[in-house]
């Protein structure tokens, strides 16, 4: 069975358990979603499902997409995105899917883009101490040397410099489900996620290891 | 309103007397030992109310045997039963952390109203 969906991260907030404890937990809007488009292995050599989330007017959408759209017989939406699926005939084109295929799933992995953060240097990007602010120690936040003389005669490649921080795809794995609210399309999860409130995130059950099941 | 305020405040919970720093309060707070449960009654003075909405706890001190004793409540926690308004106190201060330094008739604070609280 596909269990991987579209969402869109909402925000924080904080839930009492049972015990009373506070549990932090990320409040995702996940799904609905329409099957666009389906893949399986007789055709293409792999199976997988396309799913679409969110509403777009139709002005607003490119004509060859369009033509996908119209091909496949389903009204245009805004965010697309495949999920290898191996079951993907048990799914129909046109077919909405929503949060309630995480039912009895414990763990699932969300895959966003991380908030960009610029050009940052090596203290905040890789985490290097840095070095003393007084007493004259004339080295505050510099990398420091990246390499000798003679030999290597060179700097490595992958050393650690200052560079773009962020804006990255990155991978938040093995958060619990703390509810789901199919009503609402509400998956609460345990924890942070990547990426700032709105945007977008692909989420997937998780498999006995905590890594994302596809 | 958002989601998330929507979220936050069905988890709010009804009955709460409006008290404030300073306020004599007794809360009812469910204890569990192995599968019973039971209700344990803390009373003392509210000495600092933090947070809002879901988020807000409120810290009690009172004497015991002579021994300050200070309690932090999530107040709405489900293990809170209830809270009660015992008395009204006149302070001046929002937060009265100075109560830790002061001993015996220093602690007295003014009480301005008494509520019905002769069930314990």
Redesign the interface.
């Known amino acids: 069975m596909l269990k991987a969906i579209i969402g869109k991260k909402i925000g924080m907030t904080q839930l009492f358990n049972e015990d009373g404890a506070i549990i932090p937990v990320t409040v995702l809007k996940a799904g609905p979603c329409t099957v666009v488009t389906k893949k399986t292995l007789e055709n293409d050599g792999y199976g997988a499902v396309q799913l679409g989330f969110g509403e777009i007017e139709p002005y607003k959408v490119k004509k060859p997409l369009m033509g996908h759209f119209k091909k496949n017989n389903v009204n245009p939406i805004r965010i697309l995105k495949e999920f290898r699926c191996s079951e993907a005939g048990s799914v129909n084109i046109g077919d909405s899917v929503n949060v309630s295929m995480f039912n009895g799933v414990k763990y699932v992995c969300v895959t966003g883009i991380t908030k960009g953060k610029g050009f940052q240097g090596v203290v905040k990007r890789w985490g290097f101490s840095g070095g003393r602010d007084t007493h004259g120690s004339m080295f505050h936040r510099a990398p420091g040397s990246i390499g000798q003389s003679s030999f290597p005669s060179k700097v490595f490649r992958g050393l650690k410099m200052p560079g773009h921080l962020g804006n990255k795809s990155r991978t938040a794995s093995n958060l619990k489900i703390i509810r789901i609210d199919s009503e609402q399309d509400l998956l609460f999860v345990k924890g942070a996620i990547p990426g700032a409130n709105g945007n977008i995130v692909y989420i997937y059950g998780a498999n006995e290891f905590g890594r994302k099941k596809i | 309103m958002?989601?998330?305020e929507k979220?936050?405040n069905s988890?709010l919970k009804t009955g709460i007397p409006d008290f404030k720093a300073g306020d004599t309060v007794r809360v009812h707070q469910?204890i569990?030992e192995g599968d019973k449960e039971r209700i344990q009654i803390f009373e003392g003075v509210v000495i600092a109310k933090k947070g809002s909405a879901?988020?807000s706890s409120i810290t009690v001190r009172k004497l015991s045997y002579g021994i300050g004793v200070e309690k932090t409540f999530?107040v709405?926690?489900?293990?809170i039963d209830k809270i009660k308004l015992m008395y009204r106190g006149k302070v001046n201060r929002a937060k009265l952390y100075y109560l830790r330094e002061k001993k015996g008739k220093e602690t007295k604070i003014e009480r301005l109203e008494t509520y019905n609280n002769s069930e314990v």
Request: hydrophobic share 40%.
């Open positions: 958002s989601i998330v979220i936050e988890s469910k569990k879901a988020r999530l709405n926690s489900p293990l």
